[in-house]
């Protein structure tokens, strides 16, 4: 009994010694590769709430800083917003839409304080009107945005110019819009 016992200890003591000796230990630090270091991601996110209002937004953007001064970009985005009718509250129409698309952005720091940008977006915009006559309307809307901005670290607030903005199927009601851009 004795020498079984001591039989089983001894080969368990092997077993988990061989296991020790024979697990693979990484004694390389793992680090980030040189793309990832140059990886910054941000977006925006918009939620908002009234009488009879809802609005929510997702748009989250992917950047590549190719050096100091210059970064390139990817992004998407998506919207859905609704109106009740309401004429008591001067809302006689309801509304619904969805807004779904991509963007390409370039960014340039001439100084560290000041980010240029040049921005192509694409956007499908799906809308419905409830009214006597209900409508819908479906398009795509183009948008080539040149900006400026002052920059604090990883926020940038300032205002870009649609050159592309027309009057007609166009989703911004405006050629200038401010904006404010955060990474992470």
Do not use: C
């Amino acid at each position: 009994m004795k020498r079984k016992l001591l039989n089983t200890f001894f080969y368990t003591l092997i077993f988990f010694n061989s296991a020790y000796l024979f697990s693979q230990q990484d004694s390389i630090p793992k680090t980030k590769s040189v793309f990832w270091q140059k990886v910054q991601f941000g977006g925006g996110l918009g939620l908002a709430f009234g009488n009879g209002f809802s609005n929510f937004s997702l748009s989250p953007t992917g950047y590549y800083h190719i050096n100091k001064t210059v970064s390139v970009g990817v992004g998407i985005s998506g919207s859905y917003v609704a109106q009740e009718s309401n004429p008591s509250n001067y809302n006689a129409t309801g509304y619904k839409s969805t807004i779904f698309g991509g963007s390409v952005i370039g960014l340039f720091h001439p100084i560290q304080d000041v980010q240029l940008s040049a921005e192509i977006e694409q956007l499908a915009i799906n809308r419905k009107f409830d009214a006597v006559n209900s409508s819908k309307d479906s398009f795509w809307n183009t948008a080539v945005f040149v900006g400026a901005g002052y920059r604090q670290q990883n926020v940038t607030f300032g205002v870009r110019f649609n050159l592309l903005h027309a009057n007609q199927n166009n989703i911004y009601g405006q050629s200038w819009l401010p904006f404010v851009r955060l990474m992470f």
